[in-house]
């Protein structure tokens, strides 16, 4: 007579999978600087790990490419399956790094020395900005002036990246409205010494106003390194602006009646 029965089939093929579950890096950083950091290797597979290398490489875009350099590696023990292990770690940027915006690889087993049920989620980035960043940080004018009259502006130039920035120039715009561009003023510039991460420079300038100056509202920008001379991991964030009133504003100071 038949008979039916409910057959179990398990896979002897039961392997580990690292992946890399967590990452952190300094935001900011400097070409030979050594930084920390910490990472998480998990192992999300079924089968047990053997120790492995978690490695670190730097890459100048979101991409890990076999040109990339290894800046560091952590030694990662056995691991069971649903295990993880956390680290921290010494990683050497290397010298010469251009400016910019860089990304930090961490890749479990690195070395590739770990056979794995998947072999694509190994990796996981962070982004780290190398290089100095020249910004205005604060700015301070009077609210009114007149065409042809000479004020007092004061602004407070800062690196506020890693590495030293050279010495540059903040210098004054007028513009009518909200975008820096070539069309508008010119006015007077402030040196500004050489400066490390982290310092700043703060001083007042006479700007003067130009005298063909019509009536108006106008924005009063300061930009950092004007003459672009200091090479920056950022750019776009040099300038500050402030709002200043150009022309006569008449008003009634006083008034009485019976």
Do not use: H
């Not at 920008?221 to 709002?243: G, I, M, Q, S």
């Amino acid at each position: 007579t038949p008979s039916s029965a409910t057959v179990t089939i398990v896979s002897d093929d039961v392997l580990p999978d690292l992946s890399v579950s967590n990452l952190t890096v300094p935001a900011r950083g400097a070409a030979g600087l050594v930084i920390q950091v910490t990472d998480t290797t998990a192992n999300v597979g079924t089968g047990t790990s053997p120790a492995s290398t978690t490695s670190f490489y730097l890459s100048s875009n979101a991409v890990l490419e076999t040109t990339d350099p290894i800046v560091g590696t952590r030694q990662v023990p056995e691991l069971a399956a649903g295990i993880s292990s956390s680290g921290t770690t010494q990683v050497t940027l290397p010298d010469g790094l251009a400016p910019g915006s860089y990304s930090l690889f961490a890749m479990a087993d690195g070395p590739r020395a770990v056979t794995e049920s998947k072999e694509f989620n190994n990796t996981r980035l962070a982004f780290i900005q190398i290089g100095p960043d020249v910004a205005v940080t604060a700015l301070t004018a009077p609210n009114t002036a007149g065409a042809g009259s000479t004020v007092l502006v004061s602004d407070t130039t800062a690196n506020s990246g890693m590495g030293t920035a050279s010495a540059s120039v903040t210098r004054f715009y007028l513009s009518a409205d909200f975008t820096l561009d070539s069309g508008d003023v010119p006015l007077q510039g402030r040196s500004v010494p050489a400066l490390d991460g982290g310092v700043s420079s703060s001083g007042s300038t006479s700007v003067t106003i130009p005298a063909s100056t019509q009536d108006g509202v106008y924005y009063l920008f300061a930009k950092a390194d004007a003459t672009d001379v200091v090479p920056e991991c950022n750019e776009t964030n040099n300038t500050r602006t402030w709002l200043i009133r150009i022309g006569p504003d008449l008003v009634i100071s006083t008034a009485t009646a019976p």
